[in-house]
């Protein structure tokens, strides 16, 4: 029955999910983390603190957190596409603005307008739009769209690292906005709205086990959790890898090759949510991503992180398709795309707060073993978070039988 269901849905959303992985590979890899090739060039260019350029990055996040609630209400009643047209011209022209920056605050300025309206716009939006044209096999397809963010957190500080030892950081920027532009205005046009479902196919979709109320507040603070922690090794690994190997643009190297192992993490616990539930994936990936993250500051050399790199990265992959399978699953489909903001919104506070308090905490030891401890800390607390409302859902699934 359902592979008979599956073959009635059409053959043009596995175009959209694919090039939602490409759309969101380049936004988002560009505002996530791709800031890390410039923490270096821009402490030394201007003398900043290392917090206060890691700052940067983490009010881009912010701004990812609060335009995504907007953006997600907004995709529950206005085409996504259109969404997603003001969102590429906002992230291009804001890079563009900040290769010409010389003072703090216009970094922050310019990078908070990024997140709010560029990658805000992207991020949720397209995230439920590629599970809208879904009926079956949601997790999959989440997990290559993911999996095409996953590729870009890991291409954008590779290439932007090599282009600043070329050019120089200011022309770097300016051609990471020139691309953005010229890539991403064209994706964003195949973002159009799934077909509407019949009404029997709508009946069909089973009502969320739990109420809003207690589902979006739980999720919230798992992803808050494991957001700060997954944000350390996207934000400092580079820098680290520099402190330690004395190295320079390939410190770049071992986050690429870890992020690359994501895009399979990604796939692969996405397929895992089809099949054992999306919060079963979800733990085991979180459980995965906990467990390692504390490797990275006993590794002494390049050959260590070239060969830790990936083993971490394909649990930590899996840890946003978890996140994002189980939104979809745990919220009404009228509601999805602004539920998904909301959650995502606490991620973003989460890669915010990773992010600065890896710089923090850099700056008052000299070191990165304490910023890393907090890292394993959060993650802690999502993994016991998603197990309180899985054990929940078990509860209520008794009750009902």
């Not at 047209?85 to 022209?93: D, F, K, N, S």
Request: charged share 5%.
């Amino acid at each position: 029955m359902n592979s008979l269901h599956a073959a009635k849905e059409p053959g043009f959303r596995w175009v959209i999910a694919f090039s939602a992985a490409l759309l969101l590979g380049i936004a988002m890899g560009t505002l996530v983390n791709g800031l890390s090739a410039f923490l270096v060039p821009l402490e030394s260019h201007f003398g900043w603190a290392r917090a206060d350029v890691a700052a940067i990055n983490s009010i881009g996040l912010v701004g990812i957190a609060l335009g995504g609630i907007a953006m997600g209400f907004l995709a529950d009643r206005i085409q996504t596409r259109v969404i997603c047209l003001v969102g590429a011209t906002v992230i291009a022209t804001c890079l563009l603005l900040a290769a010409r920056a010389d003072a703090l605050w216009q970094f922050y300025t310019l990078f908070f307008i990024a997140g709010a309206i560029g990658g805000g716009a992207l991020f949720a939006p397209v995230i439920a739009l590629v599970g809208g044209w879904f009926q079956t096999g949601a997790g999959l397809a989440i997990g290559i769209a993911s999996a095409g963010q996953g590729l870009g957190q890991g291409m954008v500080p590779f290439v932007a690292g090599h282009l600043i030892e070329s050019l120089g950081w200011q022309n770097a920027m300016t051609w990471l906005g020139i691309f953005a532009g010229v890539t991403l205005v064209p994706l964003s046009l195949i973002m159009i709205q799934p077909p509407k479902r019949s009404g029997a196919a709508a009946a069909a979709e089973p009502a969320p086990a739990l109420p809003s109320r207690i589902v979006l507040p739980a999720l919230s603070i798992a992803v808050l959790g494991c957001c700060t922690g997954m944000a350390v090794p996207l934000m400092h690994l580079v820098p680290l890898i520099q402190g330690v190997c004395l190295v320079g643009a390939e410190a770049g190297g071992p986050l690429l090759i870890m992020l690359v192992f994501a895009i399979g993490g990604r796939v692969f616990f996405g397929k895992l949510a089809d099949i054992i539930g999306p919060l079963r994936a979800w733990m085991a990936a979180t459980l995965w991503q906990t467990v390692l993250i504390m490797g990275f500051v006993f590794i002494d050399s390049m050959q260590g992180f070239w060969l830790f790199a990936p083993l971490y990265g394909f649990g930590y992959g899996g840890v946003m398709t978890g996140v994002l399978v189980t939104v979809r699953a745990l919220t009404p489909a009228a509601r999805r795309a602004s539920a998904t903001g909301i959650v995502l919104a606490f991620g973003w506070f989460g890669h915010a707060l990773g992010g600065w308090q890896g710089g923090a905490f850099f700056d008052l030891t000299g070191a990165y073993f304490w910023s890393y401890t907090n890292a394993m800390l959060a993650g802690a607390v999502n993994l016991a978070v998603v197990g309180t409302i899985f054990l929940a859902l078990r509860r209520r699934a008794a009750g009902a039988a």
